[in-house]
């Protein structure tokens, strides 16, 4: 007899990370800090990524002290085309939410 065993919808979503990704270039942590910190504040446990361009090193230490993993990036480059070493995981799909500052 052969037992067939079906994971659900359910499991599987139990199984995946959410992702929040952003971008920013030119900002200091005075601006950055309303929508990072409202990340944190709500409670969100999922990965956190934040690419960036022209940022300081104050900006992107407190973004990484609440968790963030940050990816600087030159503008330049991005004609020539390149992919950011993002670590293999699984991650949820589901509603795009912006933030334009």
């Known amino acids: 007899m052969r037992v067939s065993v079906h994971r659900s919808h359910t499991d599987r979503h139990k199984r995946m990370k959410d992702l929040i990704i952003g971008c920013f270039t030119n900002y200091g942590w005075s601006t950055v800090q309303y929508w990072a910190n ?6 969100f446990n999922g990965d956190r990524a934040l690419v960036f361009y022209n940022a300081d090193a104050h900006t992107i ?17 991005i004609i020539e085309g390149f992919a950011y070493p993002f670590p293999s995981r699984s991650w949820r799909t589901g509603f795009m939410y912006t933030l334009t500052i």
Do not use: K, Q, W
């Open 38 to 43: 409202s990340v944190d504040t709500c409670g």
């Open 61 to 77: 230490d407190r973004l990484e002290s609440l968790r963030f993993d940050t990816y600087g990036f030159d503008p330049a480059t």
